[in-house]
């Protein structure tokens, strides 16, 4: 009997693995975060349009941010833009930038201020990454990343690739609530 | 990629490396320090660019690799124990980052899962050849001419 079982056992285990690894909604490419829930790697940076000011997140304490990794040469940074313009008109937390200069290129400045003198500023502040440090601190792998942190600064979300407003209010707006709910 | 533009993305990365305050580098981008390179070598081989998933950050041109790269030389000649620079990268990138993850509760299924496999197929031919011995032979000659 067993013999005759054991192959449509095998089989249906079979349809089990391909239908969760073959499933669309699955993206073998996306990367949990270890950050989540942990303490957000503090940072103290320029200001990219005022080289004077100290960017940190230090003094967001107390706040609900959102930090949102670009750079100047990053497509799909240009994709969302527009996006975090939006999101910015909202006002409903801040939005710290953090401007990757990838090949620690100090030209990586300029082009940001053009940038954000031609295509709008959705930033509170944007502080400049010129050593790639801060990045890595965040376990960034690529821009754009968005992280979501609340006010005891502990990162509660970190979205991958273009945001837009959808993934706004899906994703980011209900944490917001919840952690402004729970007096974070 | 030419070997030229190689050279000059190596050149640029050495020059990067230089200014970034790694000191203990000698004319071929090798730390002075033998024990150390090798040391060096070892980890970058074992640990993932992330942006290339399947490359190792020695292997990759990627300019996140070359930081990450960055990050593990400072980290060696500062004396950082190679514990601690895994427990670096796993801390901000996950245990994804590793090549070979360590031995532990989670991942003893990735690590036993070739013997499990070996004992499964062992077990399959030990009863095949045992039913096949119990068989009739088939080749028994013809009951006669045809």
Not at chain 1, 63 to 69: D, P, R, S, T
Not at chain 1, 133 to 155: M, N, S
Not at chain 2, 13 to 39: F, I, K, M, T, Y
Request: with cysteine; aromatic share 8%.
């Amino acid at each position: 009997m067993w013999k005759f079982l054991l192959p449509f056992v095998a089989f249906v285990l079979l349809v089990v693995l391909f239908a969760f690894g073959l499933s669309p909604k699955r993206d073998i490419h996306a990367l949990p975060s270890p950050l989540i829930g942990k303490a957000a790697p503090q940072f103290a940076l320029t200001e990219v349009v005022d080289p004077s000011r100290i960017v940190s997140n230090a003094d967001l304490k107390g706040q609900v941010y959102v930090l949102n990794v670009w750079g100047t040469w990053c497509v799909e940074c240009r994709v969302e833009h527009p996006a975090l313009l939006a999101i910015a008109q909202q006002k409903v937390v801040p939005i710290i930038g953090i401007d990757w200069s990838i090949d620690h290129g100090l030209d990586e400045r300029d082009k940001a201020k053009n940038w954000l003198q031609q295509l709008g500023n959705p930033y509170t502040d944007v502080a400049f990454d010129k050593e790639g440090r801060t990045v890595i601190d965040w376990g960034v792998t690529a821009a754009p990343e968005t992280f979501l942190v609340d006010g005891h600064g502990k990162v509660l979300y970190k979205y991958i690739s273009a945001i837009n407003d959808e993934v706004w209010q899906r994703e980011f707006l209900p944490r917001i609530a919840a952690a402004r709910r729970a007096g974070a | 990629m030419s070997h030229a533009s190689k050279a000059v993305v190596l050149a640029i990365l050495l020059g990067l490396l230089a200014a970034s305050g790694v000191q203990a580098l000698d004319a071929n981008g090798q730390l002075e320090n033998p024990v150390l390179q090798e040391r060096f070598e070892h980890i970058a081989k074992d640990l993932r660019c992330l942006v290339c998933q399947n490359e190792s950050i020695a292997d990759s041109n990627a300019q996140l690799a070359g930081d990450l790269r960055r990050q593990v030389r400072e980290m060696l000649v500062a004396g950082k124990s190679d514990d601690a620079i895994y427990q670096f990268m796993t801390d901000r990138y996950g245990e994804f980052v590793r090549f070979s993850p360590p031995l532990e509760a989670k991942t003893v299924l990735i690590w036993g899962a070739p013997f499990i496999m070996l004992l499964l197929g062992a077990l399959i031919i030990f009863r095949v050849v045992r039913h096949r011995s119990r068989m009739p032979l088939d080749d028994e000659p013809s009951p006669g001419p045809l």
